[in-house]
């Protein structure tokens, strides 16, 4: 191979680091890494995830949700917009579950965007998921010591030790407890995933029996009192249906967690059955909790009659049932250490993917041989997070969380256009393998040459080769890209309220035009066949593709657009500080830096 223009074809220097793409981890590891030195143990089956998704999805915060939302925007129709949410939420977890089976390794998000969209994009998804994860998980450390102090009657009847202490003269308020409880959980953690998802489904066994309990003895009392929150003058919509949408809006947020499910991907027996199983049963489980939970709050009183910050315990007051606070208490602790738990197991497992792909430094890849964890980054991970707990104050953060999430939802909807219409055909041999295919007598020199040179580029392709980079693989590819344009025009133009009316409806007009072209194109033009030879099969697959991933778009999109000026401000300076840290680190110790990409049949040839 020549010197200089090898090294042109194999070098992804400058912006094309960004759009380089990696194999399927798992796949990788199980053919080159056969000693099991980098692996985690596979000791989850499909009820741990269950109970994983379902831990980290119902938090705390739904015992509040329900009244400030009945309240403001829905009235008695509460379950509705739970029921519209969860469909919503349903939409991302069918592209979760495919990508999931397919590509069963530690990452989540990002292991799925970096396999689809690319190096760069893969980055900033992994670096919002600390957002999600790190920030999210010392929020709501930070909220359980109210609740421990509701249970034994007051903030001064708590231990001085666990109490919150003001630092005098710093106008520090710090949180011993919060702390206290994250470095106990981070020690569990290092334990096994076995132990710690044992913990998990014992303390969400009791978050759940808490909703029963309030389910079913709040029946009970709607019937003896006749669903008076029912009989009210203005109906069962008093809102209409931008209410019961705002509403949707809202609640959407208290689905967010079963994503956690796929950052153990690396440690289930079975994912491809597992996984999507875990995925689902979790997310109906939850819907149908909650879909309950409104239907009894709001029937037992008039729904503007809820108290805004403790609406089930009020609701039961006014019914004689004032006892049953410390109950519902202990629900909301027990839901805060479930999503605790939850947040606190993804975030290392998150580093640890990216370690392995050398964006982060190698101490995070490292597993403990005894536990088969990553010991050293879990413990890095908490010391983190109970830093943060204990000295910030770190609920103007919390809004940040959700963009994180809705970042990784929007990416890996995405991810399932890529892998249906423009699969990955080019595999990343590092700099290090030319050596030995120089060595093999099976191929001459120039295979490898010409493999790199008709697969350079990693997502629109190139027209040398009509096998791979055909006149519909770019026709697809250009309409996934059109897709995202005209869905972030039409969703900007709906949230721009204070645009003059001309302007935002012709955003709207064009975007949606776009949109809908683009869409028409995608369901009209055949899937890709290399789809069938893209990661694991006999896994779940995501039904009425495109238009369901599109659909999973246009919703977080929205979503996002929707979030407060100041929230994206700090959002913003975060993903600028993660941009930084991958253009002077990450981009050059990148495991792909100087690849060389060649098709998996060469691929084969030569091994």
């Known amino acids: 191979m020549n010197e200089n223009g090898g090294s042109r074809k194999c070098s992804w220097g400058g912006l094309k680091s960004v759009v380089r793409r990696k194999q399927v981890d798992s796949a990788h590891i ?18 741990d995830l269950v109970a994983i998704g379902v831990g980290t999805t119902i938090g705390a915060g739904v015992y509040i949700l329900v009244g400030t939302v009945a309240r403001q925007h829905t009235g008695p129709a ?49 670096w919002a998921l600390v957002l999600d994860y790190t920030i999210g998980g010392s929020a709501i450390a930070r909220g359980i010591s109210p609740n421990l102090a509701s249970f034994f009657g007051g903030s001064d009847k708590l231990p001085v030790f666990l109490a919150r202490q003001a630092i005098p003269g710093l106008g520090i308020v710090v949180d011993p407890c919060a702390a ?39 029946g009970y009392l709607a019937c003896k009192t006749g669903w008076v929150g029912y009989d009210l003058p203005d109906g069962y919509f008093p809102f209409g249906l931008n209410g019961i949408l ?29 996984l999507p199983l875990g995925i689902g049963i979790a997310l109906l489980i939850c819907c149908i909790l909650y879909m309950l939970l409104s239907v009894v709050i709001v029937g037992l009183v008039p729904y503007y009659t809820l108290d805004p910050d403790t609406p089930i315990s009020s609701a039961f007051g006014d019914s004689g049932m004032q006892w049953a606070a410390y109950i519902l208490t202990t629900g909301a602790i027990t839901a805060l250490c479930a ?48 830093s943060l707990a204990f000295f910030m104050d770190v609920s103007q953060l919390s809004e940040m969380v959700s963009v994180g999430t809705l970042m990784a939802f929007t990416a ?53 080769d009509e096998k791979y980079f055909g006149k519909r693989r770019k026709i697809a590819a250009w309409s996934i890209v059109l897709v995202c344009i005209g869905v972030l025009g039409l969703a ?45 099969q006999g896994g779940f697959l995501c039904p009425f593709v495109p238009y369901l991933p599109v659909l999973c778009i246009l919703i977080n999109t929205y979503l ?48």
């Open 339 to 386: 999503s605790l738990l939850g947040s606190l197991l993804a975030q290392p497992r998150i580093f640890m993917a990216m370690a392995r792909d050398g964006l982060l430094p190698a101490f995070f890849a490292e597993i403990n041989p005894q536990t088969q964890v990553p010991v050293k980054n879990t413990i890095v991970i908490g010391v983190l997070a109970a």
């Open 412 to 464: 890996v909807a995405a991810c399932v256009l890529v892998l249906r219409y423009v699969p990955p055909d080019g595999v990343p041999l590092p700099s290090s393998s030319k050596t030995w295919t120089n060595e093999s007598s099976a191929q001459p020199e120039n295979v490898l040459e010409d493999a790199i040179e008709s697969s350079d580029s990693p997502l629109l392709g190139d027209e040398t």
């Open 78 to 126: 509460l379950a509705v917009s739970f029921f519209i949410a969860g469909v919503a939420a349903a939409l991302s977890a069918c592209c979760y579950a495919e990508l999931a089976s397919r590509c069963p390794s530690a990452g989540s998000a990002y292991h799925y965007a970096y396999i689809c969209l690319g190096e760069g994009i893969a980055w900033l998804v992994g």
């Open 492 to 536: 900007s133009g709906a949230s721009a309220e204070r645009l003059p009316s001309f302007p935002r409806f012709t955003m709207c007009g064009v975007s949606a035009a776009v949109l809908l072209g683009s869409l028409i194109t995608l369901g009209c033009i055949d899937e890709d066949d290399e789809r069938h030879n893209f990661g694991h």
């Open 30 to 47: 199980k053919k080159h890494d056969g000693d099991l030195r980098h692996q985690l143990a596979k000791k989850l089956t499909a009820v």
């Open 180 to 218: 206290l409880l994250i470095i106990i959980v981070t020690i569990l953690l290092c334990f096994g995933i076995k132990e710690s998802s044992l913990v998990q489904a014992i303390v969400t066994s009791v978050n759940v029996c808490t909703l029963v309990f309030i389910i079913v003895v709040g």
């Open 246 to 274: 705002a509403g949707s809006a809202v609640v959407f947020f208290s689905y967010i967690g079963f994503d956690t499910v796929t950052s153990t991907a690396e440690e289930v027996k079975n994912p491809q059955r597992d």
């Open 560 to 607: 996002i657009i929707n979030i407060g000026a100041g929230t994206w401000i700090r959002v913003l300076i975060w993903l600028l500080i993660g941009s930084m840290i991958y253009l002077f680190y990450g981009r050059s110790h990148s495991s792909l830096h100087n690849a060389g990409y060649v098709v998996g049949e060469t691929t084969d040839r030569l091994v």
